[in-house]
């Protein structure tokens, strides 16, 4: 909350620039853009709804004058705190620069406004032939800005990699008010320092972002989905490393774990074969002339020593019915506790079964149920610790197991996150992953683009 009469002039000056109905000062108005998923809470003291670059370029000026807090804010999905106004002072809502600019089909290029919803983009493009990789789960109502911001993504980014790959260039507002123009139109470029992918899953602290300029990616004639059961982890890790040893890249390659699959039978009507110690979800695509030989090649790699049995869908809806199995995980998830620590590291591949085996060695110690899936083709794990947090004594034994999660996620050359970022949850863990030095360098540039620390402050570091 700022000083009131500070508060009030700042708030003159706003409604000078602004359109009418582009200020929401009332308490009860700014209530609900005080929270993200992580289900922390602050209300900011003002809400505004640009609708143009000129727009945020104002509002970041009058932030610098006032030295008042300002958080660009997309559906506010995050997970991680990184959508919560700690100190109030303005939100900067996206929801009225929801406007797809253009679709390029002949370079494979879409220009956006950062607020447009990620499956309203999917089906503008589908029309043209083309998709935009990134598809976290929750694209039906998060934004490509917030997409960008974190570098969010989902099952295909084994095949089709992250925002940081699927995005040419950038407009935006630095914390300092300087406009910035980054990157290219063009599928290769290389002048000057890559801002584009700097400001990419910096979570909205070094820049404001008003335009994207996306790269598209033609859609594929033909899928098919396999279901592949094997007895133990170990071997469901092999398979995963023995399929992407081979040329023939999956565009989903999603792994549950035992506990996991206990789950699904134990709290949905899926079945699944008692011996099923692992479960691999695999989605291959290509064209007509192409996807068979695709598939032979997955499925020859997916049958590695211990496999239990080996199911491909041959109609949509079987596709379909095999994907509700890893569909069932999240309701079945709720129904056993309360509460998870969701966590989203990342192993290289080849270390799966050491981190599936250590999790467990964890899981038996701190007397936490530990249930892992994810996207197993990147090494990016949901590692979930399943608590009840009214039980304080079961929380800080949680608390002490997650401490040591990370060293062990570090120990096997990972990161501890893949696509949920830091935001406020994961602060403290980031000196374990960044040495001194580069940490002070990344708190340099965070200087120069925001000499005030009026962006997004108390993220990340
Ligand atoms: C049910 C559910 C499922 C999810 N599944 C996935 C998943 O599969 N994969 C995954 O990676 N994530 C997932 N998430 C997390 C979340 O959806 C993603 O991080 C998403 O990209 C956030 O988009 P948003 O529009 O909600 O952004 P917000 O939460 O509004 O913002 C996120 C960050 O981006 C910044 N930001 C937003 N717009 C701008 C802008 N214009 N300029 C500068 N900074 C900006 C914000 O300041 C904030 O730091 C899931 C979340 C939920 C609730």
């Known amino acids: 909350m700022q000083n009131e009469p500070i508060l009030s002039s700042f708030i003159s000056k706003l409604q000078a620039v602004l359109p009418a109905d582009a200020v929401l000062t009332e308490e009860a108005d700014c209530l609900p853009y005080g929270c993200d998923n992580s289900r922390r ?78 499956q309203d983009l999917q089906d503008a493009i589908k029309e ?103 007895a133990t982890m170990e071997s469901a890790a092999q ?12 565009c989903a390659l999603e792994f549950i774990d035992a506990n996991a699959i206990e789950m699904i039978r134990s709290y949905s009507e899926v079945e699944l074969p008692h011996e099923a110690g692992a479960m691999l979800m695999i989605e291959v695509d290509g064209d007509q002339t192409t996807i068979d030989k695709t598939l032979s090649k997955v499925i020859e790699a997916a049958k590695v020593e211990g496999i239990v049995s080996l199911e491909v869908a041959q109609t949509q809806d079987q596709a379909q019915a095999l994907w ?53 083709g990147n090494g990016n794990i949901h590692v979930n610790l399943l608590i009840n947090p009214d039980d304080s004594e079961e929380m800080e034994r949680a608390e002490k197991c997650l401490d040591r999660v990370f060293d062990l996620v570090l120990g096997l050359k990972g990161t501890i996150s893949g696509e949920h970022g830091i935001g406020i949850e994961k602060k403290k863990f980031v000196p374990r992953e960044i040495k001194p030095q580069t940490l002070e360098m990344m708190k340099k540039v965070k200087a120069i683009f925001d000499p005030n620390g009026i962006l997004n402050p108390g993220k990340i570091f």
């Open 324 to 376: 509700r199995v890893r569909k069932a995980l999240s309701p079945a998830l709720k129904k056993v506790a309360p509460k998870k620590i969701n966590e989203d590291i990342v192993v290289p591949v080849s270390n799966i079964p050491e981190l599936i085996h250590q999790l467990n060695l964890l899981s038996e110690q701190y007397q936490i149920k530990i249930v892992n899936f994810g996207h197993a």
């Open 128 to 230: 043209h032939g083309f998709f935009w990789p990134p598809d976290p789960t929750s694209s039906a109502y998060c934004t490509v800005g917030g997409n960008v911001s974190c570098n969010s993504a989902g099952p295909r980014a084994v095949k089709y990699g992250t925002p940081r790959e699927n995005i040419l260039g950038l407009k935006a507002v630095a914390g300092d008010g300087s406009d910035i123009n980054a990157g290219v139109y063009t599928s290769k470029g290389v002048v000057g320092y890559d801002l584009t992918r700097l400001i990419t899953g910096s979570e909205g602290t070094l820049a404001v972002m008003s335009e994207l300029t996306l790269k598209l990616t033609p859609l594929q004639e033909e899928d098919r989905v396999i279901k592949a059961i094997y």
């Open 239 to 250: 398979a995963v490393a023995q399929i992407m040893a081979q040329p023939e890249i999956p």
């Open 41 to 118: 809470m602050v209300a900011p003291d003002v809400v505004v709804f640009p609708i143009t670059h000129q727009h945020i370029k104002e509002i970041i000026a009058l932030c610098n004058q006032f030295k008042i807090a300002v958080l660009a804010r997309g559906r506010a999905t995050a997970t991680t705190g990184a959508t919560v106004p700690v100190q109030g002072g303005v939100v900067i809502s996206f929801e009225r620069m929801n406007r797809i600019i253009s679709i390029d089909s002949d370079n494979r290029v879409a220009v956006v406004e950062p607020g447009v919803i990620n």
